[in-house]
């Protein structure tokens, strides 16, 4: 990949998993974003280590599982309230989406 094309890939990354993230607990604050831009940066695409070999695909892909359960807990004690809050109401819409839909098909 070029830098041009890394760059962009990067910031496409953290413009993705920063939307998801406030879809789920609402606006993030500047520490939040600053956060998980840095696990971004840190964390570069594994696609090309993928297609070269299958052990370092692998590898590649245990480092990032690792790197995101890390960043993810710390962005946890992160969370307001209100963030938890955002969360939960969240999670509970998409629940009951999920119980509409099982009793449809049923």
């Known amino acids: 990949m070029t830098d041009r094309t890394l760059q962009l890939s990067m910031k ?4 993705g998993l920063l939307r998801g993230l406030e879809r ?7 520490g939040q974003q600053t956060l998980l831009q840095a696990y971004v940066a840190g964390n570069p695409p594994i696609m090309e280590q ?3 070999n299958r052990r370092a695909c692998r590898a ?3 480092q990032s599982r690792e790197g995101l359960a890390d960043v993810l807990i710390e962005f946890d004690s992160t969370l307001t309230t209100v963030h938890r809050a955002n969360a939960e109401q969240r999670l509970l819409a998409l629940a009951e989406d999920l119980e509409d839909l099982s009793g449809r098909s049923g």
Request: proline share 6%; hydrophobic share 35%; aromatic share 0%.
């Open 12 to 15: 496409q990354r953290v413009t």
């Open 24 to 30: 789920l607990v609402g606006p993030l604050e500047d």
């Open 50 to 52: 993928c297609h070269e």
């Open 60 to 62: 590649a892909l245990d």
